[in-house]
């Protein structure tokens, strides 16, 4: 079941609001949820936090640079060739 909550920002705090939510195409109300659940969350209820820093030895900057490491890293599988029309 959900409730209705009314709150009273200033112009700046809606319009950060407005553009954070609409850049991501979320309603504002969606935002406020995530928000408030952000704030909210038990210690240890996320599983993706509670595993962080179980692995040692990664690159002090793999947060920044995540994409390139990936690339990096991982070998996708070639495809397989097909031939073209083939004739019976």
């Known amino acids: ?3 209705p909550l009314q709150i009273y920002l200033d112009e700046a705090e809606f319009e950060r609001l407005e553009k954070w939510a609409e850049a ?3 309603t504002k109300s969606r ?3 995530a928000a408030l659940r952000a ?4 210690e240890g209820e996320d599983p993706l936090v509670a595993a962080s820093g179980m692995i040692e030895a990664l690159p002090e900057d793999l947060s920044e640079h ?3 490491y990936l690339q990096e890293t ?3 599988e070639k495809k397989p060739r097909y031939r073209k029309n083939r004739k019976r």
């Open 31 to 33: 935002a406020v949820r």
């Open 74 to 76: 991982y070998i996708a």
């Open 39 to 42: 704030l909210t969350r038990v």
């Open 66 to 68: 995540i994409d390139r």
């Open 1 to 3: 079941m959900t409730r």
């Open 24 to 26: 991501r195409g979320w």
